[in-house]
Each structure stands twice: as structure tokens, then as C-alpha cells.
């Protein structure tokens, strides 16, 4: 219809042909605003969704700006920028300050005040054990010129690569943390004395639970909920001690009922955990006896007929019952005629009180005599005991 309309009006050539240009280019944009709308209508209600979603997903990571004064939350402070803030010994006494994260979270870093030396201190913890890997002591007078600070800083920038900030979440003693497909309640609780933060999944209903008992001191007020900025299921509550919670690594299997059932699958009868991840916070996995007549076991003083390591994802790793010991596969490892019995040996290292492995003695159940013992360690790579 464009080209009679222009040929009507005579106007010149060069005129008429700008012309027919304008009026194809609005044809086709019209054209094609109406096929976009077309196309959008059916979908919207979708894209409405996703929207919703990915706010609620959001909208609780938003987080709070860092409490400590003067100090830039958009980098990871210097050493000599956070010794130089006023009262900042009152400030640590009531709990450490949050230094940050490596790049994938595996380790974070802290500046305390160690009351029974009288000094500061640099610790960087491994986020999957629970337990301290650096500490250096800085001395309380003139700590900007000790060669203590220098020391911990070049720990921070090139040992550990601590260099992402964390993030500080809104938290007053509960809260709940929203994801796509996944909603989280946390919770802290006293019980027995002893605090115990508790996540519970709302959608799977599934519930675990961890011991604070590094925390003989707290109140909601006090504790402070971080996430890494780059990942936001990685947590780490601060009190007097951090605690370190990754949500990607809780599993139907290593829940509170989770280990349970897995532990029932393999052991006949009454059985008795020795070693619970989730009560020590160092991740290691969870170890079972069998035990008999509902008594409870004391382990290095009597012998147990089944035991069964399961790793930190909740999986059985090892197994031994009377016949032998076996792996995750079915594969004996160790198998003879006479049938066994077992002496189950925790150790744990003397400067951190750290699980470092578990000791297995094979009897000979008839006879009673030795025939061989097994040793258990925490291989880091794999995450999981090895002979």
C-alpha cells in the first residue's frame, strides 16, 4: 500500500524513496512489537513466577551494613586499619571480628583478643572442619610496628588469599533464608545447658541439628550471621568461636532422622553413635557400634560385634559385622573363617582436640586373640576415612 500512496504525490525521486523507507521501517517495527506481544502474553504469567522467585531468592540477602565503625565493608581491611580502631579490645572481648573469605569460601579469617595472653590474635579457619589452621599472636603495644603483624598480613594476602569480604545477615536469633526451590528456618535454642542451632528445610521437612557447646556464653543479640557474598549458602555464625555451615553439603542422609535410618539399614539391633559430625562441627563423617541389652558402650573397654562408618554426605563408607569388614561396594576388605569381633579406638590430636582417625582391632571371637588392627584417616581430598 506504501508504494501507490508515494507515486500519487509526484514527489521527487530521491524524496519518494527516504519516504518508502520510513514507512517499511514503521511497518516492520509495528510488525514486530505486535509478534513480541503475541508471544509474551502466554508466557507471562511465567515470567511473573520467575520474577517472584528470584526476589525471594534475593530479598533475604540483602543483608546489613558491617557493625565495626570506620572500617570500608566494600574490601577486606589491612591489619593496621582495624589494630588503629578505638576500643577495639572492648569490641573483641564480646566477640571476634570478621575479616573474610577466601575466593570459594573454604577458609575465613578473624581477629580475636586472647585474654589470658594479653594479645591480639590472627586465626584462619578451614570452613570444612571447624578447626583453626593459623594463629599468630600480635602484641597489644605498638602492634602496627611488630614484625607479628607482618607476618599474619602476608598470611591473609598470600597464604590464604583472604580477599573477599563477608556479608552480614540480618539475624535476632532465628531467621528464615529463601532460595528458589528451598526455604530454610534457623533456629538457636538452649538445651541441656548447652545451645544448639537447629535448620530445618520446609519442603523436604527435614531437620539438623549442631552442638554450640564452644559457645558457654551466648544470646541472640550477640551472635552474628555472615554469608560468602559469591555463594550464599555458604553461613558462618560468630560468637565466641565461628561456626561454619554449608547448606549445598546437608543432605536427606546426614540429617537428624537421615543418619539414623542409614545407620538401622546396616547394624542389627541397638546401636550407639561414637562419633556425630554434627555434634563435634568437625566434618568427618558419623560412626556406629552395635551394642546389646540397650547398654551404653565405652569404647577402648569392651568388644563389638558390627560398626559402621558412614562419610559427612551421610553414605556408609566401611562396615564390619562378624564375617568381615567391607566397603561402600560390598568388597571384603579384610575376611577370614572363624568370625570376628571389634575394639573401636577414637584419636584425636592433642593441641586442637580434632578428629584425626579411628583404630579398628580385629579379634578372633572364639579365641579372643588379636589377629590384626586397622587404621582409619581423614583423607582432605576426598573427604572420607581411608585405611
Do not use: C
Amino acid at each position: 500500500m506504501a508504494i501507490p500512496i508515494i507515486l500519487s504525490t509526484r514527489i521527487p525521486y530521491s524524496t519518494s524513496r527516504v519516504g518508502v523507507i520510513v514507512l517499511k521501517k514503521k511497518w516492520i517495527i509495528g510488525f514486530i512489537a505486535l509478534l513480541v506481544l503475541g508471544l509474551f502474553i502466554p508466557f507471562s504469567g511465567k515470567f511473573s513466577q520467575w520474577i517472584s522467585n528470584y526476589q525471594q531468592q534475593e530479598e533475604w540477602n540483602q543483608g546489613v551494613e558491617n557493625p565495626a565503625k570506620n572500617i570500608k565493608t566494600t574490601e577486606v581491611p589491612k591489619l593496621d586499619q582495624l589494630l588503629s580502631k578505638p576500643n577495639l579490645i572492648e569490641e573483641l572481648k564480646k566477640k571476634p571480628y570478621f575479616i573474610g573469605y577466601n575466593s570459594n569460601g573454604q577458609y575465613g579469617a578473624f581477629l580475636m583478643y586472647d585474654s589470658e595472653e594479653k594479645a591480639y590474635q590472627v586465626q584462619i579457619y578451614n570452613s570444612y572442619t571447624n578447626h583453626a589452621e593459623y594463629s599468630l599472636q600480635i602484641p597489644l603495644e605498638e602492634p602496627i610496628k611488630s614484625n607479628e603483624i607482618i607476618l599474619a598480613q602476608e598470611a591473609l594476602d598470600l597464604g590464604y588469599k583472604i580477599k573477599i569480604p563477608p556479608k552480614l545477615l540480618d539475624w535476632k536469633g532465628k531467621t528464615q533464608i529463601k532460595f528458589v526451590k528451598e526455604t530454610w528456618d534457623l533456629t538457636i535454642d538452649q538445651k541441656n545447658s548447652i545451645p544448639e542451632l537447629t535448620l530445618a528445610e520446609k519442603k523436604s521437612k527435614e531437620k539438623w541439628s549442631f552442638s554450640l557447646k564452644e559457645w558457654p556464653e551466648w544470646n541472640s543479640s550477640s551472635v552474628e550471621l555472615f554469608t560468602h557474598p559469591k555463594d550464599s549458602k555458604q553461613l558462618t555464625f560468630v560468637q565466641q568461636k565461628p561456626l561454619f555451615v554449608n547448606l549445598s553439603l546437608l543432605t536427606n542422609k546426614n540429617s537428624n532422622t537421615g543418619k539414623l535410618d542409614e545407620i538401622d539399614q546396616w547394624l542389627y539391633g541397638d546401636f550407639q553413635i561414637v562419633y556425630d559430625q554434627n555434634q563435634t562441627n568437625d566434618l568427618k563423617g558419623y560412626l556406629a557400634v552395635s551394642k546389646k541389652n540397650n547398654e551404653p558402650i565405652v569404647l577402648n573397654q569392651q568388644t563389638i560385634d558390627q560398626w559402621i562408618y558412614l562419610d559427612p554426605s551421610g553414605k556408609m563408607k566401611w562396615y564390619g559385622n562378624s564375617k568381615g569388614i567391607f566397603n561402600q561396594e560390598g568388597k571384603s576388605v579384610y575376611k577370614k573363617e572363624n568370625p570376628f569381633n571389634y575394639s573401636i579406638h577414637l584419636i584425636y590430636r592433642e593441641t586442637s582436640n580434632e578428629f584425626a582417625y579411628y583404630m579398628v582391632d580385629v579379634f578372633d571371637k572364639k579365641t579372643g586373640r588379636l589377629l590384626k588392627t586397622l587404621i582409619y584417616q581423614w583423607d582432605s581430598k576426598e573427604r572420607t576415612m581411608k585405611i
